[in-house]
C-alpha cells in the first residue's frame, strides 16, 4: 500500500515518514512497515489500518499542494474527513494523528461488527432494516449505493434474504460496525480525546459527512462533532451533491471528464497533457478529497481533483 509512491516521490516520502515519525511513541510498530504489507494481519486491526490510510492519504494531498496543485475546498469519506480537517487546518498533524489512534483504538474495543454494501435507494433499505434493531444505516454513498452497519449475526442474516431476492449487496471488509450504535462508547472515547486538542476553524471550506454540508466553525471547534461524526452516518452523496453545486457554478464549461487511475499513478494524474484547459477534470485516486487549482489554466477555469475511496 504506498510503496510505489513512497519509493518514488520525494514528497510523499516525505510526509509519510512525518507522519511515522509523530506516532512512534503511541503505536508498536512503524508505519513504513506496513507499506509493502497487504495482506498481513496488522491491516486487519484499526490500530494499525487508519493510521496508515491517514498517513498515505495526508502524504498525497500534501504532495499535490507540493507540485503547486492548491486545495479551494475539501472532503473526505470517514477517516478521510481527518485528513480533509487536517488540511483545511482544523486539526495540526501531531493532534490529528492523536486523535486518529484513539479513534482506532476505541473502535477495536467495541467488539466485533459486519458491514453490508446494498444496492437499493435509501427508503427501500429503511423498510429492509425496519425490523432489524440492531442494523442501521452507516454510510451513504449515493442515492443506489448504501451501507448497512450492525452485529454480524443480524447482517447475516440481511444479507440472506438480499441475496435470496438477487438484490446486489457486497460485504466489506472490516471486523466492526462502524457508524452504528456498536461504536456509542468508541464515540465517548473520541470526545474525550477531542477536549485535550487545538480545534481551530476551517481556514479553507471543508464538508462534513456529518450533515451532508459545508461544516460550520461550530461544528469544527466541537469536541462532541467529532465522536458523532464515528456514530452516526457518512451522508457522502450528499458531499458529492455539494461538491457538484461548487464545479457547477465556478467552472464555465460545465462538461466534466472523468479519469480513473489507481493511487500509483498519481504524478501522472495531476499532469495529464490531454485534460482541456476548459472542463472540469474528476480524478478519482483514493479515500479522501480535495478540490484544488491547477496552475497553467485559463482564468475561472479549475482542475477538480477528487481523491476519493478505492481498493486494492
Known amino acids: ?36 504489507a ?18 498515505t492519504e495526508y502524504a498525497l494531498a500534501q ?9 479551494v475546498a ?14 483545511a487546518g482544523v486539526l495540526s498533524l501531531p493532534d490529528a494523528l492523536q486523535l486518529v489512534l484513539a479513534r482506532s483504538l476505541a473502535m477495536e474495543r467495541a467488539g466485533a ?25 452507516g454510510v451513504i454513498n449515493s442515492p443506489r449505493d448504501v451501507v448497512l452497519s450492525g452485529a454480524a449475526a443480524d447482517i447475516d442474516r440481511i444479507v440472506a434474504r438480499l441475496e435470496s431476492a438477487e438484490v446486489a449487496c457486497q460485504r466489506l471488509q472490516t471486523t466492526h ?9 468508541a464515540a465517548a472515547a473520541v470526545t474525550d480525546a477531542a ?7 476551517p481556514a479553507i471550506p471543508l464538508l462534513s459527512n456529518l450533515t451532508g454540508r459545508w461544516m460550520t466553525d461550530d461544528d469544527a471547534t466541537d469536541p462532541t462533532y467529532w465522536g458523532r461524526h464515528l456514530r452516526e452516518t457518512v451522508r457522502f452523496a450528499d458531499n458529492v451533491q455539494a461538491v457538484r453545486r461548487l464545479c457547477a457554478g465556478s467552472v464555465a464549461d460545465r462538461r466534466t471528464i472523468v479519469g480513473r487511475w489507481r493511487a500509483d499513478r498519481l504524478a501522472g494524474c495531476v499532469r495529464r497533457p490531454d ?19 491547477r496552475p497553467g489554466l485559463q482564468p475561472g477555469h479549475r482542475v477538480d481533483v477528487l481523491l476519493r475511496r478505492c481498493r486494492r
Request: aromatic share 6%; proline share 7%; charged share 20%.
Open 74 to 87: 475539501v472532503l473526505g469519506h470517514s477517516l478521510g474527513e481527518y485528513v480533509a480537517a487536517c488540511v
Open 177 to 185: 460496525a462502524f457508524h452504528s450504535m456498536m461504536m456509542d462508547d
Open 63 to 71: 504532495s499535490l499542494i507540493d507540485w503547486d496543485v492548491r486545495p
Open 275 to 293: 485534460v482541456p484547459a476548459g472542463p472540469a477534470a474528476w480524478i478519482q485516486l483514493r479515500e479522501g478529497a480535495l478540490l484544488a487549482r
Open 38 to 55: 497487504a495482506d498481513s494481519p496488522q491491516l486487519s486491526l484499526p490500530r494499525y489500518l487508519q493510521p496508515a490510510l491517514f498517513a
Open 195 to 201: 477536549r485535550g486538542l487545538q480545534l481551530s476553524t
Open 1 to 36: 500500500m504506498g510503496r510505489h509512491l513512497y519509493e518514488r516521490h520525494a514528497q510523499f516520502r516525505s510526509h509519510f515518514d512525518a507522519c511515522s515519525d509523530a506516532l512512534a511513541a503511541g503505536l508498536d510498530t512503524d508505519l513504513r512497515s506496513v507499506l509493502d
Open 113 to 137: 461488527g459486519a458491514m453490508v454494501s446494498v444496492g437499493l435507494p435509501v427508503p427501500e433499505v429503511l423498510d429492509i432494516v425496519s425490523g432489524e434493531p440492531r442494523v442501521e444505516i
